[in-house]
């Protein structure tokens, strides 16, 4: 398919975004990328999840307990995936890039892959936000239907109801299926991948066998397939459930819009950092616990806005270009408490629970 480009002005907004950021970072004398904050958050996330996984699976706890690590495993990876692996994969981590790398591949260890999560998110979804047939992160047909141009089915009715157990098969799914199909397909959505390198196919199949290993084969011949079964799924799922809910109040909100190309010249109405802000919303931002435990993606603007700036600073640069927006006249989408922005999403979704 033809992809759609953008619109540009000689004094974009997204020019004179840059401008002010870059002239933050300088004046403030600071590097864009990670500092000691996180990197003592990565150590400390790693080494808990490492003791978690130890004591579940090589100590055998009570059923009660076992349960409830496995929770607190499944929120442990949601919060690695947040604040180390998508961190590192944009290059915002550190200013060392084999720093980023290692950080990335935390991605596969815990089951997922980094060569398809670069081009689905990092060059799909961060340029093509929410248009529809592109952006593969709000496709989820047939069981929800997230923006009006896609096709509604009869169990869209109750969509608004039963999403959270459709949310909570993200996980899983992502990682013994979707991987695999655009690994075998060559493509993410309708979006051909580039060709994968030698290294990237022992990657892939590396790293899957070892998950395989640690969190399928090894526990069932030490607990049993019964307990291991049961204690997956709850891990499993509890992390689709968080996955999921952090992106979808940051991008199908009542607020955000889903555009599509003009279908004669296939241009987009705005220009790009105008199309990010009308189809992103942050939520929760004066929550420090919560910014801390979703590593800053409750500034999903900010993000979306300057991917290669570490979480830490957005904070900081949200004053700037909040701004810029009263600035320019452009819409700043934000929710102040999540439980607002859950109430917004799931009227969204009702709202699309009718043809």
């Given at each position: 398919m033809t992809l759609p480009k953008f619109s540009g002005t000689s004094q974009s907004f997204h020019s004179e975004l840059k401008k002010r950021i870059s002239d933050y970072f300088n004046q403030a004398g600071k590097a864009p990328t990670g500092n000691f904050q996180l990197?003592?958050?990565?150590?400390?996330?790693?080494?808990?999840?490492?003791?978690?996984?130890?004591?579940?699976v090589f100590y055998t706890p009570a059923t009660w307990l076992a349960l409830t690590?496995?929770?607190?495993?499944?929120?442990?990876?949601?919060?690695?995936?947040?604040?180390?692996?998508?961190d590192g994969l944009h290059g915002s981590f550190s200013k060392h890039k084999w720093i980023n790398n290692l950080a990335g591949l935390s991605l596969n260890f815990l089951g997922a892959n980094n060569f398809m999560w670069k081009t689905k998110h990092n060059i799909i979804h961060h340029t093509y936000t929410n248009i529809e047939g592109i952006d593969d992160d709000i496709e989820a047909k047939p069981l929800l239907r997230l923006c009006e141009t896609?096709?509604?089915?009869?169990?869209?009715?109750?969509?608004?109801?039963?999403?959270?157990?459709?949310?909570?098969?993200?996980?899983?799914?992502?990682?013994?299926?979707?991987?695999?199909?655009?690994?075998?397909?060559?493509?993410?959505?309708?979006?051909?991948l580039k060709p994968m390198s030698v290294g990237d196919h022992i990657s892939f199949w590396g790293f899957k066998?070892?998950?395989?290993?640690?969190?399928?084969?090894?526990?069932?011949?030490?607990?049993?397939?019964?307990?291991?079964?049961?204690g997956f799924l709850v891990y499993g799922m509890f992390t689709g459930v968080v996955l999921s809910i952090v992106f979808q109040l940051a991008h199908t909100v009542?607020?955000?819009?889903?555009?599509?190309?003009?279908?004669?010249?296939?241009?987009m109405e705005d220009e790009w950092a105008i199309h990010q802000l009308k189809t992103t919303a942050n939520f929760a931002?004066?929550?420090?616990?919560?910014?801390?435990?979703v590593g800053?993606?409750?500034?999903?603007?900010?993000?979306?806005?300057?991917?290669r700036v570490s979480h830490v600073?957005?904070?900081?640069?949200?004053?700037?270009?909040?701004?810029?927006?009263?600035?320019?006249?452009?819409?700043?989408?934000?929710?102040?408490?999540?439980?607002?922005?859950?109430?917004?999403?799931?009227?969204?979704?009702?709202?699309?629970?009718?043809?």
């Open positions: 990197y003592f958050k990565a150590i400390f996330l790693t080494v808990a999840f490492i003791a978690v996984y130890i004591h579940l690590e496995c929770v607190v495993l499944g929120g442990l990876t949601a919060a690695i995936g947040f604040n180390v692996m998508h896609q096709k509604y089915y009869k169990i869209h009715r109750f969509q608004h109801w039963y999403f959270w157990a459709a949310y909570s098969l993200l996980y899983i799914w992502w990682v013994f299926f979707t991987d695999y199909k655009k690994y075998f397909l060559k493509r993410v959505g309708s979006v051909p066998l070892l998950h395989a290993f640690l969190f399928v084969a090894l526990p069932i011949n030490i607990v049993g397939f019964t307990p291991w079964l049961i009542e607020d955000t819009t889903f555009p599509h190309a003009n279908i004669a010249t296939h241009k931002t004066g929550n420090k616990l919560i910014s801390w435990l800053g993606l409750n500034f999903q603007v900010e993000h979306h806005l300057f991917p600073h957005y904070p900081a640069i949200s004053k700037i270009i909040k701004k810029a927006c009263e600035d320019f006249g452009v819409t700043y989408i934000e929710y102040p408490k999540m439980r607002i922005a859950l109430a917004s999403h799931v009227s969204h979704l009702k709202h699309l629970s009718h043809k």
